[in-house]
């Protein structure tokens, strides 16, 4: 699979995530998958998505938005990520 291929996947699982159309246990799982292009990044990169993700699945454990892990923002974040570490590339 391409690079492009990969950050398009997960450009729609952001999407999907959004729309309720995927949860976040598989979302987070989809996105820790990714090893070609984690590999290709930068350290820092998987360090940064990882507590990312992290917070997003601690955040989920609740039944409304957290001041500490609000969705929104977490899923915010990862767009600005996706899009740096394509810039990256």
Known sequence: MSQDQTFQILH???NAVRENKLGITEFC???RSQS??????PSRYNEVMEDLLSRLEAGSLFTEESCSFSQIDLLATLDVWL???RQSQ
């Open 83 to 85: 899009e740096t570490a």
């Open 36 to 41: 070609a292009l984690l590999s290709s990044l």
């Open 12 to 14: 729609d699982s952001l």
């Open 29 to 31: 799982q989809l996105w």
